[in-house]
């Protein structure tokens, strides 16, 4: 093939990677702002205010009317610190046990994945229960979310840190999709930008969570984009360099070009890439 039509070729390929990878991470940017802003909002009308002016009702209505704004999140919840010496008080209030999240050996029909049935969380030091969901993950209510590896490390990382941050691909809860959930703490206090970590983990209060459901909402992204059908579109977690996980796209192996997109997703902590390739040779 003509040297000429190669390199155009390969242009074509960087240009439709290149707009791709910036569309998902423009609207990972702007889906992550806004559940900063809901983690707002909790500080400010529910921890901030006596009594509380949000409710499960409140939260519900008003996390459904500005779901558009989070364009890349299935929903949204906010769980509360609850340490072992406030769970009988806090179960009694809620009239509801803190359940454990079990993700192996459920029900075998996902659908019922139904809170009541689970097992009462066994003693720990503290728990994460969510007192408040949005609609779509209402199945997340009571659930002690420190009982499940990947929202535990990032509850921990959250607080210590003050920042967004990010897990690990996993399988969503229900869905049993891959995907990754986005964590902010909630404080009791305006924490200087310099706090310490001792600091940050004493003023915590909860944690506002955001699923993000890889395969329909990237899927969703990519279908609003023309020439689809030409290129095959990958995305991996890519923080262990030698071991990348696949988040999105088929399984795929072969020897035609491929480009790299650099994805930043806001948790330094973290890395992502997608990967683009055309569908036919030339
Ligand atoms: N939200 C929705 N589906 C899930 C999930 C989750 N975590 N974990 C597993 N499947 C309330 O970080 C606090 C949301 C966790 C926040």
């Known amino acids: 093939m003509n040297a000429n039509i190669i390199s155009r070729r390969r242009e074509t ?15 990972f940017n702007v ?13 400010t009308f529910h921890h901030g205010k006596s009594p509380s002016a949000i409710d499960q009702k409140t939260f519900a209505e008003y996390t459904a ?3 558009f704004e989070r364009p890349l999140m299935s929903g949204v919840a906010y769980a509360l610190r609850v340490p072992h010496s406030q769970r009988e008080q806090f179960e009694k209030q809620h009239k509801w046990r803190i359940k454990k999240m079990e993700t192996e050996d459920q029900s075998p029909v996902q659908d019922e994945y139904i809170p009541e049935k689970l097992d009462p969380s066994p003693v720990q030091d503290e728990y994460a229960p969510v007192i408040f969901s949005q609609e779509t993950v209402s199945h997340i209510v009571s659930v002690d979310m420190m009982s499940g590896k990947e929202d535990r490390e ?5 607080r210590a840190t003050g920042k967004g941050v990010l897990t690990s691909p996993f399988n969503l809860l229900k869905s049993n999709h891959i995907g990754v959930v986005l964590t902010f703490a909630v404080y009791n206090a305006d924490l200087p930008p310099d706090a310490t970590q001792e600091m940050r983990i004493n003023a915590t209060e909860g944690y506002l969570g955001a699923s993000f459901d890889v395969p329909s909402l990237v899927e969703k992204l990519l279908h ?3 020439s689809k059908q030409r290129i095959i579109v990958n995305v ?16 795929t192996s072969g020897t035609s070009q491929m480009h790299v997109s650099n994805l930043d997703f806001g948790d330094p902590f973290r890395r992502h890439e997608m990967h683009c390739r055309f569908k036919q040779e030339p």
Request: net charge neutral; glycine share 2%.
């Open 13 to 27: 390929l960087e240009n439709m990677c290149d707009e791709r990878a910036r569309m998902l991470q423009d609207q």
């Open 31 to 43: 889906s992550m702002n806004h559940v900063n802003a809901l983690a707002i909002l909790v500080s």
């Open 65 to 67: 009317r500005t779901a």
């Open 154 to 158: 990032n509850i921990l990382r959250a």
């Open 224 to 226: 609003q984009l023309a």
């Open 236 to 251: 991996y977690d890519t923080t262990n360099s030698s071991a990348p996980i696949r988040m999105y796209g088929p399984s």
